[in-house]
């Protein structure tokens, strides 16, 4: 795919006459994006990209990476352009970017839902029956109790959770650990899928990963993403939810009940308080609609 990208940037500048700043702007903003690809998804040609993974891809830059929107909104920019000129240019029949959110939405306040719709989410997964129930059940809990991005839940491994210090050890793509405190439930959640699930998901006795799919390996983004949209659908809530929500949503919570927004930050892992507090007006909005 990077050759093509360069026949995209090539035809920037010869057709279109774009100023070199620009094409140094898309060329970074497309390798990071097919190295992202080939990364996870082991994707390497352009036809095996779906919107859904598309639609993950950019979940990631507003959640786990927590990009401002002005820099989703030239990614997302980037990325149309180059399956346009994909299309146009006959190496494509079908443009799986054509319904990519467009830049404007992207500048909307995080989304969180109310405490109902997430103990109605949470219960449904406790509900389910199988192993995977253990595993999904244990995901959730964990994610609303720590307020993680999804990349951190699905790279922690065994060794991650404290049982002791009743916490989990959360590392981020930046390289920078911080250490989140687990409640009751959450813990009670994850020894039931220890003792009871992961074992019959596991094929190979060196794997590390805390959270695992069917075939036995690491729980992908993707993956995670395929759980949440279940368990909404199945509970019927009418809005928008992925994984990120619940992030959004124990944060939200969290300054609902009185947290310091400084206590919040650190939970969270921002390393700027402006990010953190975007979420005082959510939690006022909340409020006043209630």
């Known amino acids: 795919m990077h050759q093509e990208i360069e026949s995209f940037l090539d035809s920037l500048q010869a057709e279109k006459r774009y100023s070199l700043n620009t094409v140094v702007a898309y060329r970074n903003d497309l390798n990071q994006f097919v190295n992202s690809f080939q990364g996870e998804f082991s994707i390497v040609s352009s036809d095996q990209i779906t919107k859904e993974h598309l639609f993950s891809y950019v979940l990631g830059l507003k959640g786990d990476r927590e990009y401002a929107s002005a820099t989703v909104a030239r990614k997302v920019a980037a990325i149309k352009s180059f399956f346009h000129y994909l299309v ?94 687990l409640h009751q439930r959450s813990l009670d959640a994850l020894q039931m899928y220890l003792q009871d699930g992961r074992g019959k998901l596991v094929h190979q006795d060196d794997e590390r990963a805390l959270f695992l799919n069917h075939r036995g390996q690491r729980l992908t983004r993707q993956g995670l993403w395929l759980i949440i949209k279940k368990y909404v659908r199945e509970v019927g809530i009418g809005v928008s939810v992925t994984p990120h929500t619940l992030r959004h949503s124990f944060a939200t919570h969290l300054l609902n009940g009185g947290a310091d927004v400084r206590q919040v930050q650190g939970l969270l892992g921002h390393a700027n308080i402006s990010t953190t507090q975007v979420y005082t007006q959510v939690a006022q909005d909340k409020r006043h609609s209630s």
């Not at 951190?152 to 590392?171: A, F, I, P, Q, Y």
Request: proline residues 4%; contains cysteine; hydrophobic residues 35%.
């Open 88 to 181: 146009s240019h006959g190496f494509l029949s079908q443009d799986p970017s054509s319904e990519l959110d467009s830049p404007h939405v992207l500048k909307n306040l995080p989304t969180a839902i109310s405490e109902e719709q997430v103990q109605r989410l949470l219960n449904a997964a406790q509900n389910e029956n199988g192993i995977r129930g253990l595993r999904d059940s244990a995901l959730l809990e964990v994610l609303y109790a720590t307020g993680m991005r999804v990349s951190e839940v699905v790279d922690l491994n065994l060794g991650d959770v404290d049982w002791e210090g009743r916490c989990v050890h959360c590392v981020h793509m930046d390289g920078k650990e911080r250490v989140i405190p």
